[in-house]
T-cell receptor, first 117, second 115 residues
Framework: EAQVTQNPRYLITVTGKKLTVTCSQN?????MSWYRQDPGLGLRQIYY???????DKGDVPEGYKVSRKEKRNFPLILESPSPNQTSLYFC????????????????FGSGTQLSVL | GENVEQHPSTLSVQEGDSAVIKCTYS??????FPWYKQELGKRPQLIID?????GEKKDQRIAVTLNKTAKHFSLHITETQPEDSAVYFC??????????????FGRGTQLTVWP
């Protein structure tokens, strides 16, 4: 089954304690990205990656790091989490072949609810 | 960069009525406009999309229209049903030629369909 898998689904942590949220896709997609979702603000892109070893900042990259060492994985790293990073996080992936809009469909993971105390 | 505005933020309709959600964008380079539906506690899912070389696209009860000159696009849902209740997001994407780039989402519209 084609899917984007995020872990963990829920995470409670304390300020300053480094954490990693993992994201893995089994569709051989080149494009992967991270979003945070906050009430009234919608989805905001944190980072994206168009291929292995290629990453770019989105709208709200401050306080986050990513890496793309292999095609299937795109972890989100919070080196020193702060309470304002409490949010619902989504990872998503997409093929970049342009044979039709179906191939640009963005597949979202199930989300990670992060609380930083 | 791109700025996507979405209206209204909340929308309540009676079952069977139509619902319209509008989005505007600022960057004329944007050329791909997907719409996502997010049910409570679930992930966003693509429901329809449109490219800038097309003015309108339909899929059963859902349609999207695009006005490139005015830089706005709209989602139309006809014969609404209670299961259409969800948050809907529009997005604008600047095509980089062979890959997706940055995605810009609207802030979402909470649609409630009353039986």
């Amino acid at each position: 089954e084609a899917q984007v898998t995020q872990n963990p689904r829920y995470l409670i942590t304390v300020t300053g304690k480094k954490l990693t949220v993992t994201c893995s896709q089994n569709m051989n997609h080149e494009y992967m990205s991270w979003y945070r979702q906050d009430p009234g603000l919608g989805l905001r892109q944190i980072y994206y990656s168009m291929n292995v070893e290629v990453t770019d900042k989105g709208d709200v990259p401050e306080g986050y790091k990513v890496s793309r060492k292999e095609k299937r994985n795109f972890p989100l790293i919070l080196e020193s989490p702060s309470p304002n990073q409490t949010s619902l996080y989504f990872c998503a992936s997409s093929s970049t072949t342009r044979t039709g809009t179906e191939n640009e469909k963005l597949f979202f993971g199930s989300g990670t609810q992060l609380s930083v105390l | 960069g791109e700025n996507v505005e979405q209206h209204p933020s909340t929308l309540s309709v009676q079952e069977g009525d139509s619902a319209v959600i509008k989005c505007t964008y600022s960057d004329s380079a944007s050329n791909y406009f997907p719409w996502y539906k997010q049910e409570l506690g679930k992930r966003p899912q693509l429901i329809i999309d449109i490219r800038s070389n097309v003015g309108e696209k339909k899929d059963q009860r859902i349609a999207v229209t695009l006005n490139k000159t005015a830089k706005h696009f709209s989602l139309h849902i006809t014969e609404t049903q209670p299961e259409d209740s969800a948050v809907y997001f529009c997005a604008a994407i600047i095509d980089r030629g062979s890959t997706l780039g940055r995605l810009y989402f609207g802030r979402g519209t909470q649609l409630t369909v009353w039986p």
